[in-house]
Nanobody
Framework: QVQLVESGGGLVQAGGSLRLSCAAS????????MGWFRQAPGKEREFVAA????????YYSDSVKGRFTISRDNAKNTVYLQMNSLKSEDTAVYYC??????????????????WGQGTQVTVSS
């Protein structure tokens, strides 16, 4: 079992930056692929980024590629999402997710077994 807690959300102006953190507890965190998803009001949950258990492979949604960076520090049991050049359309609740390591990273929410409670990101324009 893995427990995930997101933090770092808040209000930021368009063009600004935020770094989200996801602290994990439980066994074998380092063997899990990790992902970030987001959900805006009235919209479906959307894939943002994923990172392999080794940290050697990353995968991004086209909407955030070049602006967001996912990383992890297994020694700290933490995954990060650095968000730069934020836009109003990035406003959403951001969720951290974990799933068993696989051959490829997934953008499908069903492939992730554990989820955090979410942290609100609001970008003003």
């Amino acid at each position: 079992q893995v427990q995930l807690v997101e933090s770092g959300g808040g209000l930021v102006q368009a063009g600004g930056s935020l770094r989200l953190s996801c602290a994990a507890s439980g066994r074998t965190f380092s063997t899990y692929d990790m992902g970030w998803f987001r959900q805006a009001p009235g919209k479906e949950r959307e894939f943002v980024a994923a990172i392999s258990w080794t940290g050697g492979t990353t995968y991004y949604s086209d909407s955030v590629k070049g602006r967001f960076t996912i990383s992890r520090d297994n020694a700290k049991n933490t995954v990060y999402l650095q968000m730069n050049s934020l836009k109003s359309e990035d406003t959403a609740v951001y969720y951290c997710a974990a799933g068993p390591a696989g051959w490829v990273l997934s953008r499908t929410a069903a492939r992730y077994d554990y989820w955090g409670q979410g942290t609100q990101v609001t970008v003003s324009s």
